[in-house]
């Protein structure tokens, strides 16, 4: 994990991550979707507004959400499964509570987001970036103290104010907000929890009872592949899984399809298998998974 700096300052670097490659992304669907910021008077009559928390942001609401940064800034928390990424996103949590809705907490799960990861250069987690106006500002890694943090925030608040980017975000009305399955609920908590395997079982049973549910396949994925991560255990495999989370896929794409063309069993079917679960996080749309799908497929039949 990052070391802990001693002290946080805003960079300014404007234009300095790539995110051409996200457009054309599956229509958003979680809770961002509500998170209304035009009602820019909330708050003015000095009464503090309640938080809303952290929401799910992934590479198909990415774009809304950088429409959104247009009015209100947008804090991104990029986090792994471990401890230093789960104390950071508390202190962002309680920082936004006490925010009067001035900025919108996202959380990005790495194992889930490879895209995301490889556009913002994430070597590490946890690593902060803000947007603002669709421009991405990084912010600080690792997990500094909760005053360094509030420090970076109102520096951000500043620069946001000055240059007239000063909205509130309005929480939704409850019936307003898109609900997912009941049934995530509990493979959510174990992760949480730190129980991988856990999650990992909750999650096959998740698609087992709703085998059409791609989202839960895809968090299913995510899960096999956090699992492994954490695990001692030798798995020749391991390090494209690394290259895979921090945003190389072309490269774990080419190693896998090498392995599927020179290998014998068992190592063949284990990389083709990994080459299935990767394609199942990236998504059908995927360029990459449309070329690399279509590799793997010449060298089988």
């Known amino acids: ?3 802990q700096p001693e002290k946080q300052e ?25 998170a209304n910021p035009n009602n820019a008077n909330a708050g003015q009559d000095g009464k503090a507004l309640p938080g809303i928390g952290s929401v799910p942001v992934t590479e198909g609401e990415f774009q809304q959400v950088a429409q ?5 800034p947008v804090v991104l928390v990029f986090v792994d499964e471990d401890p230093i990424s789960k104390q950071a996103l508390a ?19 790495g194992a889930n987001n490879p895209r995301l990861i490889q556009a913002f250069g994430i070597k590490d987690y946890p690593t902060v970036f803000a947007l603002v106006n669709e421009r991405p500002v990084p912010l600080y890694a690792g997990s500094p103290e909760p005053q360094q943090v509030e420090q970076v925030l109102m520096q951000l608040l500043q620069m946001c104010e000055q240059n007239g980017i000063n909205g509130q975000v309005q929480a939704p009305d409850d019936q307003e907000i898109a609900k997912e399955p009941e049934e995530y609920a509990e493979p959510k908590r174990l992760a949480e929890a730190g129980d991988l ?16 549910d791609q989202e839960a396949k895809r968090q299913l994925a995510g899960a096999k592949l956090a699992l492994r991560a954490a695990s ?8 494209i899984d690394e290259r895979f989370k921090s945003g190389q896929i072309d490269d774990a794409f ?4 090498t392995l599927v063309a020179t290998q014998e069993e068992p190592l063949k079917s284990a990389a083709k298998d990994r080459l299935v679960e990767y394609f199942t996080i990236l998504g059908a749309g995927d360029a990459r998974v449309k070329n690399a799908r279509a590799r793997l497929a010449s060298l089988l039949f």
């Open 1 to 3: 994990m990052a070391e």
């Open 254 to 257: 080419n190693e896998l399809l």
């Open 197 to 212: 395997a856990g999650a990992l079982a909750a999650w096959e049973h998740v698609v087992t009872i709703r085998p059409q």
């Open 68 to 72: 959104l940064s247009k009015q209100v």
């Open 10 to 34: 805003i960079a300014n670097a404007y234009g300095a991550v790539d995110l051409a490659n996200l457009g054309g992304a599956n229509p958003p669907v979680s809770s961002t979707e509500s």
């Open 232 to 239: 001692e255990s030798e798995d020749p495999l391991a390090q």
């Open 91 to 109: 202190v962002l949590e309680a920082a936004e509570k006490q925010a009067n809705r001035r900025f919108l907490l996202g959380k990005v799960e």
